[in-house]
């Protein structure tokens, strides 16, 4: 059971555009919401995250918005950089239990 | 402290051997977590640990697979007789809990299993 999704499994983007990554989930009941980087051969690198109360943090050039009722939240980059090329998930976490990760969308940024 | 570190980076097995793989998490953290990933998949939850004791383990992980933690320090993973569908990215990571806040997790660079 896929608790949380990520429906485009690639991105383009020329550099000095926006990046626009999107994430859904299912299950009401999460506490807090992350976004994670990965590049070839290393494990995700943490990135931004969001607390549920809350529908939109900011750190830099990395914007994180939660839209609750719908039960999604979506990363902006921006200015997008070539170094941001890799795979981003998205991950949700009730309290005291597990991370639920998304499938992955991999970020091209285009010179 | 340089983060968290697994060993082998790589492992390849013929079907049916048994293999081990350690992760060393951050020193003060006191969650490890264990995770398999596959291609085109996100990391799935196989189990986790506060401290040496193992406390939820995903259905994922068949009893052909067992994690230790004895210490409360390193963990280990273990694959009896593995199988072709066993290859995957194992990804270990850390986080420290504090109270009921949110923790963060640190991951390793992952031990990558092919199965012949």
């Known amino acids: 059971d896929q608790q949380v999704k990520q429906n485009s499994p690639s991105l383009s983007v020329q550099e000095g555009r926006i990046s626009i990554l999107n994430c859904d989930y299912t299950?009401?009941?999460?506490?807090?919401f992350l976004w994670y980087k990965k590049y070839p051969a290393e494990g995700p690198t943490f990135l931004i995250s969001?607390?549920?109360?809350?529908d939109k943090n900011e750190d830099g050039r990395f914007t994180v918005f939660l839209n609750k009722s719908a039960k999604h939240l979506s990363l902006h980059i921006v200015p997008s950089q070539p170094g941001d090329s890799a795979v981003y998930f998205c991950a949700a976490i009730r309290l005291g239990n597990q991370f639920y990760f998304g499938t992955g969308t991999s970020l091209t940024v285009i010179p | 402290d340089t983060g968290v570190s697994q060993d082998p980076r790589h492992k390849i097995t013929k079907r049916g051997q048994n293999v081990t793989f350690r992760c060393d998490p951050i020193s003060e953290h006191n969650r490890l977590y264990w995770y398999r990933q596959t291609l085109g998949q996100g990391p799935e939850f196989l189990t986790y640990?506060?401290?040496?004791?193992?406390?939820?383990k995903s259905r994922l992980l068949s009893d052909r697979f067992s994690a230790e933690r004895p210490k409360g320090s390193f963990s280990t993973l273990e694959i009896q007789r593995t199988e072709q569908g066993d290859s995957a990215m194992y990804l270990c990571?850390?986080?420290?809990?504090?109270?009921?806040?949110?923790?963060?997790?640190?991951f390793g660079p992952g031990t990558r299993l092919t199965v012949l």
């Open positions: 299950n009401s009941m999460f506490d807090y």
């Open positions: 990571a850390s986080s420290l809990l504090a109270g009921a806040t949110y923790n963060e997790q640190f």
């Open positions: 640990f506060q401290n040496e004791a193992q406390l939820e």
């Open positions: 969001i607390s549920s109360i809350k």
